[in-house]
């Protein structure tokens, strides 16, 4: 049985760096601003150079997530890393769900007062759960 070898030409992924035939690419969005570098060459010093650049700007720019989910709530519901398509507005007190029905978007919130965000969060997540993949 013979092995089949990748294309040259394939662009493979890593986390914000982009393997292009002519080298790598370092892209990133944050707070509307797009960042872009190309390191010529698919050798190992132009690897480590996307990768030392990359952590720069990771350092630098402002998190991706704006409503950040505290570590507390995080810890209450058992996770480590917040949910994807849960949203926290904290001034307003609730937690956003967005999902599709149908051909229309619609939107779910879960408010809290007092010390019940923990559990706000963890219908949030639930009913995620359920408007994504419906049994």
């Given at each position: 049985?013979?092995?089949?070898?990748?294309?040259?030409?394939?662009?493979?992924?890593?986390?914000?760096?982009?393997?292009?035939?002519?080298?790598?690419?370092?892209?990133?969005?944050?707070?509307?601003?797009?960042?872009?570098?190309?390191?010529?060459?698919?050798?190992?010093?132009?690897?480590?150079?996307?990768?030392?650049?990359?952590?720069?700007?990771?350092?630098?720019?402002?998190?991706?997530?704006?409503?950040?989910?505290?570590?507390?709530?995080?810890?209450?519901?058992?996770?480590?890393?917040?949910?994807?398509?849960?949203?926290?507005?904290?001034?307003?007190?609730?937690?956003?769900?967005?999902?599709n029905q149908g051909d229309r978007k619609c939107?779910?919130?879960?408010?809290?007062?007092?010390?019940?965000?923990?559990?706000?969060?963890?219908?949030?997540?639930?009913?995620?759960?359920?408007?994504?993949?419906?049994?």
């Amino acid at each position: 049985m013979k092995k089949h070898a990748k294309k040259s030409g394939s662009m493979t992924a890593f986390k914000n760096i982009r393997v292009l035939p002519s080298g790598y690419q370092v892209a990133m969005v944050r707070a509307g601003i797009e960042v872009s570098k190309h390191f010529a060459g698919r050798t190992e010093k132009s690897y480590r150079a996307a990768t030392r650049y990359r952590d720069q700007l990771l350092r630098a720019l402002p998190d991706k997530r704006r409503n950040k989910i505290p570590r507390h709530i995080l810890q209450a519901v058992g996770l480590s890393k917040p949910v994807v398509g849960v949203y926290r507005t904290a001034k307003r007190k609730f937690y956003q769900v967005s999902y599709n029905q149908g051909d229309r978007k619609c939107t779910a919130t879960f408010p809290w007062t007092g010390d019940d965000e923990a559990e706000a969060y963890q219908m949030a997540i639930e009913f995620r759960r359920l408007a994504v993949a419906p049994d």
